[in-house]
C-alpha cells in the first residue's frame, strides 16, 4: 500500500447490506500452510524486498507464473509478463487469464490483482536493512495466488478471469495504471476489480472478517455479503479519512472504466506496526487468518462470476 495521506486511529465502523438465507454453498478448505510457505518465499531474503526493476522482484515473477503454468492459469497476452516503463526502469506485470464457459458471459472480464512489489532497502534496523514486506503486499499476492489455484481447479466461472499481480505499485500506481490504460484501450468489457492488500493480520473488535474501500460508491459489500451469507465485509470509517480508495491499485481501473473496482483490506493502522518497515516479516503474518479470508471471499467472487446479469453496481 502506498503511504496515506496522514495516520488516522480506528474511527466509527459501519456496516450496510442485508444477509442473504439462500447465499450459494461454495465454501472451500483453503491450506494456511501452503498460503504460508508461499508467502516465506515471497518475503524471503532473497527477494531483497522485491523492488521493480530488481533481480528480487524477477524470482518473484518467476515464483508467480511458474504457480500459474502448473494449475493450468494460461497467460492473457503472449507471456504472463506485460512490460512498460517507469523511467528508465524496465517493469512487468503478471498477467494470468482464466476464459469463462459462457458462450456469452466470457465476454465479460472481474479483474482480481495485487501489487508483489515493495519498496527494497529500508531503513535499518538492528542491522537488518531488507523491507520484506510480507504483509505489504505479499500476503495480498499470495492471496491472488491461491485464488487462481481455486478457480482454475474448479473451472466453472461463467466470466472470464484476468489475475494481475502489479509492479510499480510503490512507484505511484504504474502498474495498474498501466494495465488499466491498456486494456481499456483494448476494449475490455470490465464488470469489477477486486483487489487485495495488506490481510495479513485479523482486524480487532469488528464483526466483520475485512474492510472494503470506496465503500460507498458501489454495492459491493452489500451484494458480497448477501452472496456469502456471512458479514464478510464491513466498513472503516478510517479508509474514506485516508483516501485509501485512491491509494491502491483498484483506482486506476474505476477512473479508466467507471466500474466497481475496490480493495479488500484488514489493516487499520492500529493492528500492524510495521507499515514499510524492516520488520514486516513473515514471523509477523498470520497464516490462518490470510487462509480465512481466501476462504470467506471465494463464494462472493463466485457469484460475481457467475450471475446471468451484472448485479455489483457503481451507486
Given amino acids: ?23 450459494q454453498d461454495t465454501t472451500v478448505d483453503v491450506s494456511a500452510e501452503e498460503m504460508k510457505t508461499n508467502l516465506e ?41 506485460d512490460h512498460f516503463k517507469i ?15 459462457d458462450a456469452e458471459l466470457k465476454n465479460e472480464f472481474v479483474i482480481i490483482g495485487a501489487h508483489y512489489d515493495h519498496i527494497g532497502i529500508g531503513k535499518e534496523v538492528d542491522g537488518d536493512t ?27 466461472n461463467k466470466r472470464s478471469i484476468l489475475f494481475i499481480l502489479f509492479s510499480g505499485e510503490e512507484m505511484g500506481l504504474k502498474g495498474s495504471s498501466h494495465s488499466a490504460k491498456k486494456l481499456k484501450e483494448d476494449g475490455l468489457d470490465l464488470y469489477t476489480m477486486i483487489n487485495l492488500e495488506m490481510i495479513g493480520v485479523p482486524m480487532e473488535g469488528k464483526d466483520y472478517l475485512a474492510y472494503v474501500t470506496g465503500f460507498e460508491e458501489t454495492n459491493l459489500a452489500e451484494k458480497f455479503n448477501q452472496y456469502t451469507g456471512e458479514k464478510t465485509i464491513g466498513f472503516f470509517a478510517g479508509a474514506k479519512q485516508m483516501n485509501l480508495f485512491k491509494r ?6 474505476y477512473a479508466e472504466f467507471n466500474v466497481p473496482s475496490q480493495t479488500i483490506c484488514t489493516f487499520d493502522f492500529t493492528n500492524y506496526s510495521y507499515y514499510h518497515h524492516v520488520k514486516d516479516e513473515v514471523s509477523e503474518m498470520n497464516p490462518e487468518h490470510m487462509a480465512k479470508v481466501v476462504e470467506a471471499i471465494i463464494p462472493g467472487i463466485h457469484q460475481i462470476l457467475n450471475t446471468p446479469e451484472k448485479e455489483i453496481k457503481m451507486n
Fill in 248 to 253: 491502491s491499485d483498484n483506482y486506476p481501473f
Fill in 41 to 81: 518465499y515471497l518475503a524471503s531474503d532473497e527477494l531483497m524486498g522485491r523492488k521493480t526493476g530488481t533481480e528480487g522482484i524477477e524470482k518473484a515473477a518467476s515464483f508467480i507464473t511458474n504457480i500459474f503454468e502448473e494449475n493450468g492459469v494460461k497467460p492473457y497476452y503472449d507471456t504472463y509478463r
Fill in 1 to 23: 500500500m502506498r503511504k496515506p495521506l496522514k495516520n488516522l486511529g480506528v474511527l466509527a465502523i459501519g456496516l450496510a447490506g442485508m444477509l442473504s438465507c439462500n447465499a
Fill in 130 to 156: 531488507i523491507a520484506n514486506g510480507a504483509n505489504d503486499n505479499a500476503a495480498g499476492t499470495t492471496a491472488v495466488v491461491e485464488l487462481a489455484k481455486h478457480f482454475a481447479s474448479i473451472d466453472d
Fill in 87 to 101: 523511467g528508465g526502469v524496465e517493469a512487468f506485470n503478471i498477467v494470468g487469464y482464466l476464459e469463462g464457459n
